[in-house]
């Protein structure tokens, strides 16, 4: 029997969550809803009685200070859906997508001794009220409250006749052989696209080899095998492979040929650098560095954009879900601390008229990625305590989501190795139907089509279950029960399995992997990406108590297969023989492909305006840009203080409102020692000169984190690179000039990468008769890097804040500030994108970090702020409001060097100064009893004594004629500062 | 019993602010485990081997269907008697953020309205739920503390702890019930402004009626709070230590573990 329940909030009781689905209604323009009700649906099939389902509801599912219910037998609907006054919406999962809460309330429905309830479903009834159109109704329905891909709007006329439970019919035992020996490249190719395997003709030419060879024609599962491992999300063969460079040097074209881009840029630095702190780098899950003595750390960011795109919520939540498993499968497993997360969208104003057919509204895809990350992060419990957003037109198809986790295991938990005849163990959630595809999907292009072909490859998440996992895996590590762990992301057990048993090869016996619902394909079984899910590898002696553990936490875990030492990939369904590849094939067997690439400089139009008098609003406007203003509407959302281990937050300062550079935290609470965590992200400057955005990165990462008090002896980076389709030669040219950039700033400041991540295929192929990128063009995300850092304090007791601390103390700017306005904030308010990119010297650069950080250690500064996006301006004014406070600030004392890269550039402007961008520069705040000490610590080090603090919270600077050239209360200018996101 | 005061923090699926309870009930001196509430349902463990239950913040269960809801459900269900016998015993009992909402949710708080410290019936009297601004908010708030709780014994001043949750309006089911909880001394906890005054939003960062932030039973000993004492028991966890570089090592916090585990030395050892 099947149930209906509906719980609504008692008359009088405020609606919150109403009201908050008001909000975003008028965000879609739609003004004439008045009001909105949520009502909770449960659908509950079981053998059960009426008095139980009522037991049910007055003891569980509803609180019975707020909310009144009504129930019965589902079909029968209750009267509400029918009004004058409002119409009605029941958006409820799409059949095989998992509800999130079925599992705990199937608990708790247990709890109470009630036993035969098979099924809970929930859905959520939408009461609109207001004289909305059908056609009002339908915006709403389909761009606010449901997204079609995992949900459906219910149709009440055939609610009787739909089953809750989802029922799937399977051909689950025949054996699908694919006719490949015979195929010509036409068909190999139509084989291709259509079994969605993205791979290409010299790909799918060389599997036909290696069939040839052994004689018979691929099933199913070995050719998506195959196709999985060689993907490019999983083996970043454009990056391992050969690239033909075509450049401009002194004005004539040049050609070379890179062999492995990683090798010879990324990798190479690391290896030239050699640091002994570095404990795994590149090979692992995640890069791994010395910590103390007992414990290290380690750091992965991942991206999870085409998802991302599709469904924001579930994409930014299975996003962090998958780098937090890449922090558990790093070593033997590490405890989470933190997750720094980084987005790039589309600005929230954004046109609706000139969205490209099929995508989503950028402040929509914000606010549901937000909404992913607060959901999974908050619940496992670790502290989103960094990150950025950035906005262009050209993420409209293509939002960009990067996760990143950082995790702490002992010293002695870095290695793992897999044993023969360990038996391999999936634990964690179960597989289902959802999440085929995704790591193919991620290797090609996206279409308006793309919601329709890939839907598989969108998922929700469980953190929950996650967290389960993560407690049980902490106990287990510590008891030596496994061998050896890896996660199961992108590509599922094929990939996990596949990896593993890479040197010994693996048997599975696909039957035995515990599934969500009947009906599912052996080859739907090996590679599905269902979420929570985590491969381990168990000596037979310790399997009963490593099922122990997982038991007694209520963690399901199982033997699937046996890693076996025969070198082959062997995967049977009941008893049958499915799969059977040599791994040697399989892992080496992928052609090297030579991809053409080529870059040159392009050629900007160049400021033709005077400086204006005043910079008053300059500064404001500055400020108020979508990717310099204040995101505390995001960070409170997200628990950022979880674990108790921050020392230095997101948001600092007299009210808790300033912008920290790095963030700081101690992940042992009875220890002193700490780490530093930032990033670094500017996508303008790649507009100009890729290489110099990859040095900027690295400059301001590196920079955030000497700001908090770190040091140069420990800081670590990460790579992400996220660009548009490599097959395009203007793409991967930019992409290697980036690289590039990222040898010469690692070396230079002798910070070495530990891991990294590539995303290429950000390309939305628009139809030709939408307005964007007319005549079938596709849109292609500009080429962005993402540099993450991680460093090592000695003490957090000695870390700095940004904030003004007195009145009275002297403000210094460290560094020098040049004529790069290339790519600024305020090139960007005035429409322009400019020549003069910011540089860095490495050598000088090294040298203010140094003495920053000594000046940091010997307690001589009161606040220190990095300069980045707006320059000197926003960094002097984000310090004195932060602080509540005030300063009087001389730009004739700013230590500046003409570059003069413009030729309209005659000399030094007082907009110039302000509103530069030039790397490796710090503001500060001194003392005046200290002011001996740090200017001697200085010397040699380009330094300008420029102001002072004062109590009256106004900011006065006096140009370079001794005029004042701007002056605000700083009131004022928070307000600026943090209107444009406070949502 | 040794005498070593003993305290549980109980933990389940979701539970993730265990480790930092855990860190401040050591740091005042008390013998501290942490377990799965699995192990006293299957009574491998048993609550008469401790002087306080500690319940952490977090998720319970996704806190699907509503916060805390369902480990509210299953102790009251499955660890109620137990529940009954570690109240009668004078013991101590504290609830902080999903804690609360489940202590709440289980009728553990406010408790008997009238008169008795018995834990009555596990009657629900009084619920937390969706923050009016809709969302989840993690913020630093001001608290002032009134009532008769041991565990705020000494707080006169204004405090500072901060609020991570989505669900913490307090609401008592109806007028009675709110005169009653004043009349009986059991509100512990008002959000205020910095100056100790009537706060608007975010001050009270929920909506909560009356600007409640914490209540105990009659008794003064069950004790249930939004706010994160554990998060403000370093003095470096305060988001503008550096303004002040104190000498002192603890925050603001401290003091409510210290009181919990006085008590116990006082009167149950």
Not at chain 1, 858 to 874: F, Y
Not at chain 2, 190 to 201: E, H, I, L, V, W
Request: net charge positive; hydrophobic share 40%; proline share 3%.
């Amino acid at each position: 029997m099947i149930w209906r329940v509906e719980i609504k909030d008692k008359e009088g009781i405020f609606d919150a969550l109403g009201a908050g689905v008001e909000k975003d209604i008028l965000d879609l323009g739609v003004k004439s809803v008045s009001k909105v009700r949520v009502i909770q649906v449960y659908t509950i099939e079981g053998d059960i009685t009426q008095a139980q389902v009522q037991r049910i509801c007055e003891e569980l599912l509803i609180d019975k200070v707020i909310q009144d219910y009504s129930y019965g037998p589902a079909g029968k609907i209750p009267v509400s859906t029918k009004s004058e006054d409002f119409k009605v919406a029941e958006i409820a999962y799409n059949p095989g997508v998992m509800d999130p809460v079925e599992e705990s309330t199937l608990k708790g429905i247990r709890d109470l001794g009630i036993e035969k309830v098979d099924s809970v479903r929930t859905a959520k009834k939408y009461l609109l009220f207001g004289n909305l159109s059908d056609q009002e109704f339908e915006i709403i329905v389909n761009k606010t409250l449901s997204n079609k891909l995992i949900q459906h709007a219910v149709d009440y006329s055939h609610a009787d006749k739909k089953k809750t439970a989802p029922d799937f019919n399977g051909t689950q035992a025949d054996i699908v052989r694919v006719s490949l020996r015979s195929a010509g490249d036409k068909e190999l190719l139509k084989l291709s696209q259509k079994g969605q395997l993205f791979l290409s003709i010299g790909e799918m030419r060389a599997i036909k080899k290696y069939f040839q060879k052994i004689g018979k024609d691929p099933t199913d599962c070995e050719l998506e095998t195959i196709a999985q491992t060689w993907s490019e999300h999983c083996v970043h063969k454009t990056f391992r492979g050969n690239i033909r460079f075509h450049y401009f040097e002194n004005g004539k074209k040049k050609a070379r040929l890179i062999n492995n881009l990683l090798k010879s840029t990324i990798v190479k630095a690391t290896k030239t650098l050699n640091k002994s702190w570095c404990l795994s780098v590149f090979h692992d899950n995640a890069g791994v560095i010395k910590f103390d003595d007992k414990d290290c750390v380690c750091f992965k960011v991942e991206t999870h954009n085409h998802p991302s795109a599709l469904e924001p919520f579930g994409g930014a939540n299975t996003g962090i879900g998958g780098v937090i498993r890449d922090i558990l499968g790093t070593g033997l497993g590490a405890r989470p601390i933190c997750n720094t997360d980084i987005f790039c969208f589309a600005p929230p104003d954004f046109p609706f008229e000139k969205l490209p057919q099929g995508a989503l509204h950028p402040k929509r895809i914000m606010k549901g990625v937000v909404s992913g990350v607060r959901d999974y992060g908050n619940k496992m419990g670790i502290p989103t305590v960094n990150g950025a957003i950035l906005f262009d037109e050209r993420f409209v198809g293509n939002p960009l989501v990067y996760c990143g986790t950082v995790g702490i295991m002992p010293n002695d938990k870095v290695k793992k190795a897999v044993c023969k005849n360990d038996l391999v163990v999936v634990v964690g959630g179960r597989t289902g139907r959802d999440g085929i595809h995704g790591a193919t999907f991620s290797s090609g292009e996206l279409t308006h089509e793309s919601e329709v072909v890939s839907s598989g490859a969108v998922q929700i998440g469980n953190p929950i279950q996650e967290k389960k996992v993560l407690d049980a895996l902490m106990q287990a590590r510590d008891k030596n029960l496994y061998s050896a762990i890896t996660d199961c992301g992108a590509g599922g057990l094929s990939s996990a399995v596949g990896e593993m048993g890479k040197d010994l090869g693996a048997r599975i016996d696909l039957e035995k992997v515990p599934l969500k619902y009947k009906g599912l394909s052996y080859k739907e079984i090996w590679i599905s990406e269902s979420q929570e899910r985590m491969v381990l590898s168990v000596h037979k002696s310790k399997i009963d108590s490593l099922l122990k553990v997982f038991n007694d936490e209520n963690v399901e875990a199982t033997v699937i297969g046996e890693f076996t030492g025969t070198g082959y990939l062997e995967l049977f369904f009941s008893g049958r023989p499915v799969c059977s590849l040599d791994m040697k094939f399989l892992h080496d067997g992928l052609p090297r492909l030579t991809k053409e690439a080529v870059w040159a400089q392009p050629k900007h139009k160049e400021a033709h305006f005077s400086c204006p008098a005043d910079l008053t609003d300059s500064l404001k406007r500055a400020l108020s840009h979508y990717n310099v203003c204040s995101k505390e509407w995001v960070i409170r959302q997200y628990d950022h203080e979880v674990q108790g281990a921050g020392v230095v937050k997101s948001l600092t300062g007299v009210d808790c409102e300033g912008p920290s550079d790095a963030s700081v935290l101690r992940p042992k609470l009875n220890s002193s020692k700490g780490i530093a965590i930032s990033n670094g992200i500017n996508i303008r400057f790649g507009m100009i000169d890729p290489f110099w955005m990859s040095a900027s990165c690295i400059d301001e990462a590196v920079r955030q984190i000497i700001a908090v008090g770190g040091s140069l002896k420990q800081i670590a980076i990460l790579d992400n690179f996220c660009w548009g389709n490599p097959d395009k030669a203007d793409r991967l040219g930019s992409l290697v000039r980036a690289s590039e950039g990222c040898l010469a700033a690692s070396l230079g400041y002798k910070v070495p990468f530990i891991s990294g991540k590539d995303s290429l295929y950000n390309e939305y192929a628009v139809n030709p008769s939408t307005t964007l990128g007319a005549g079938g063009k596709s849109l292609a995300i500009p080429g962005t890097i993402l540099i993450s850092a991680i460093g090592i304090l000695d003490d957090v007791n000695r870390a700095v804040t940004m904030d003004f601390k007195k009145e009275g103390s002297l403000v210094y700017i460290i560094g020098e500030t040049s004529d790069e306005l290339g790519g600024s904030i305020y090139f960007d308010n005035n429409g322009l994108v400019g020549n003069s990119v910011p540089k860095v010297d490495f050598k000088k650069g090294t040298k203010i970090f140094e003495t920053v950080s000594k000046a940091a250690q010997k307690g001589l500064l009161a606040a220190c702020h990095d300069c980045s996006e707006g320059g000197l301006a926003v960094t002097l004014a984000e310090m004195a409001f932060s602080g509540g406070l005030g300063a009087t600030v001389f730009l004739k004392e700013v230590i500046c060097k003409l570059k003069a890269q413009s030729s309209r550039l005659k000399a030094l402007r007082n907009d110039f100064i302000l509103f530069s961008e030039s790397n490796s520069r710090f503001v500060v705040e001194v003392e005046r009893k200290n002011q001996k000490d740090f200017e001697k610590l200085f010397k040699g080090i380009p330094l300008g004594l420029i102001g002072c603090t004062q109590e009256q919270k106004k900011i006065t600077i006096y140009g370079l004629d001794g005029k004042a050239c701007l002056s605000a209360d700083t009131d004022s200018l928070k307000e600026s500062w943090q209107k444009p996101l406070r949502w | 019993m040794s005498k070593k005061v003993k305290v549980i923090v109980l933990r389940t699926a979701g539970t993730n602010c265990d480790a930092e309870t855990v860190f401040a009930f050591k740091s005042v001196g008390a013998d501290v485990d942490l377990f799965h509430v699995n192990k006293f349902i299957k009574k491998e463990k048993s609550l008469d081997d401790y002087h306080i239950l500690a319940i952490p913040g977090g998720f319970s269960y996704g806190d699907d269907i509503a916060a805390g809801k369902i480990l509210a459900n299953e102790l009251r269900v499955k660890l109620g008697s137990s529940l009954k016998k570690f109240i009668a015993d004078g013991k101590l009992i504290i609830g902080i953020c999903n804690g609360f909402q489940i202590m709440v949710k289980a009728g553990l708080l406010p408790g008997n309205l009238n008169g008795s410290a018995d834990s009555g019936d596990f009657k629900q009297t009084a619920t937390l739920m969706v923050n009016d601004c809709g969302k989840f908010e993690d913020r630093w708030i001001f608290l002032k503390s009134s009532g008769k709780c041991v565990w705020t014994k000494g707080m006169d001043k204004v405090i500072s702890l901060p609020v991570a949750h989505g669900e913490g309006k307090f609401i008592a089911q109806d007028e009675m019930a709110l005169k009653k909880l004043k009349e009986n001394n059991q509100i512990v906890f008002r959000y205020c402004d910095a100056a100790g005054q009537k706060p608007k939003y975010p001050q009270n960062p929920n909506g909560s009626v009356d600007d409640i932030a914490g209540i105990c039973d009659i008794s003064g000993r069950i004790f249930g709070l939004m706010p994160h004492p554990e998060r403000h028991f370093l003095f470096t966890q305060h988001p503008s230590w550096t303004r002040e570089r104190k000498k002192s090592k603890y925050g603001d916090g401290a003091i409510v573990f210290q009181n919990g585990v006085d008590y116990v030395k006082e009167k149950l050892l």
